[in-house]
């Protein structure tokens, strides 16, 4: 575990800023469609219980249409703060899903400009906006009036390697009214891969005035550490590092509030975590909230030897039931000291 660096600490002490809006983390659970549900999210605040949350992103154009909120952009009233994330390229509909939003209960709205998915790039959205920041702009400026909230948007570095134009894109956003960025560093060409290219983020937190917030590759508090000090960034934002193991914000967040390391969770502590994951999923989404929980459950069960076999039972259940008593077997093996190769090399 890495000191805390005296001077990183006095930094990130006082609340992060988000226009109005005061929030007492500096470490954000990233928006992850297809994870970060009503059911995950209570899990993370329950180790993080300031940081600011996002839902899956939604699709203000249908929401305009359907005038109905979908299941994914349902808000817990008593989590918060909690942000709201939108992805089209139409400001009058952003404006208008924004609203709604506001009236779910979001405490920012936060615009996707970051998506490298074919088909929303196709149809003008997430990081293709990167390439057509007049749009990018207008959306801002719309989405801004339209709401009392502050205004945030996430977004990529640039296109490609050929085409990084955040520097400029960035300070367009700060001038149409943003109250925040957040910056994953990759450019919408790395998709998922390669390395997150903090230099970015060190040159974006240069020219703009309001937080930024760094994105990509943080999977650990030497990576959160290590980040905020070589980007001078306001805050992080936790990603694929959460995906079965949503300790990571509340371990990053207690070691930059007070230089301590919390204790990594046991694999008991891990597979009863997946057990209440699956049974919330069950409770909240049903045979759908099933179908869904295999990925997770395959995600908890990642990591450590011996595990492979769990994993592959685990992303073939069908009933919440099955779930269960799969983990309940190997929970009671490791505490009577049959399952000793999980016990041992327990994924930290
Ligand atoms: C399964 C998955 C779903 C994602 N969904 C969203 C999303 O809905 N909105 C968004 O802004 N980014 C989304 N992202 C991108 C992440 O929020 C984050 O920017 C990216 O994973 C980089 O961080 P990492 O390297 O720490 O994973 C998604 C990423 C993954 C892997």
């Not at 595990?307 to 009577?336: K, N, Y």
Request: positive net charge; charged residues 25%.
């Amino acid at each position: 575990m890495p000191l805390l660096p005296p001077k990183l600490q006095k930094r990130l002490a006082p609340p992060l800023k988000i226009g109005s809006l005061e929030v007492k983390s500096r470490v954000l659970q990233s928006p992850l469609s297809g994870v970060t549900d009503l059911v995950f999210r209570r899990l993370v605040r329950r180790y993080a219980p300031n940081s600011m949350m996002y839902t899956e992103m939604v699709n203000a154009a249908g929401l305009c249409h359907v005038k109905q909120l979908p299941r994914i952009m349902e808000v817990d009233p008593n989590e918060k703060p909690i942000s709201i994330q939108l992805f089209d390229c139409r400001p009058d509909f952003m404006a208008e899903a924004a609203q709604m939003a506001v009236r779910e209960g979001a405490d920012t709205v936060d615009i996707n400009m970051g998506c490298p998915v074919n088909k929303i790039t196709k149809k003008g959205g997430g990081s293709s906006l990167l390439r057509d920041p007049k749009t990018a702009e207008a959306i801002v400026r719309t989405v801004v009036q339209a709401v009392s909230v502050p205004v945030t948007v996430k977004t990529r570095i640039g296109w490609s390697d050929r085409e990084i134009t955040i520097l400029d894109f960035a300070k367009r956003l700060e001038d149409a009214g943003a109250q925040m960025l957040t910056l994953h560093a990759r450019t919408r060409e790395q998709g998922y891969h390669g390395s997150a290219q903090w230099e970015w983020i060190a040159r974006v937190k240069e020219v703009l005035s309001i937080p930024v917030i760094a994105n990509g590759d943080i999977f650990s508090v030497e990576a959160a550490v290590n980040c905020l000090e070589q980007t001078g960034a306001d805050g992080v934002m936790c990603s694929r590092g959460t995906l079965g193991y949503p300790f990571l914000v509340g371990e990053i967040d207690y070691f930059l509030k007070t230089g301590q390391a919390i204790a990594p969770p046991t694999a008991v502590e891990r597979l009863e975590c997946a057990k209440e994951h699956l049974q919330g999923l069950w409770s909240y989404k049903g045979d759908r909230g099933i179908r869904q929980a295999r990925k997770h459950m395959a995600w908890y069960a990642k990591g450590f030897t011996g595990a492979g076999e769990l994993r592959d039972r685990l992303s073939r259940i069908e009933t919440v039931v099955q779930g269960v008593e799969l983990l309940d077997g190997v929970i009671a093996r490791i505490q009577a000291g049959t399952f000793p190769e999980m016990a041992l090399s327990c994924l930290m």
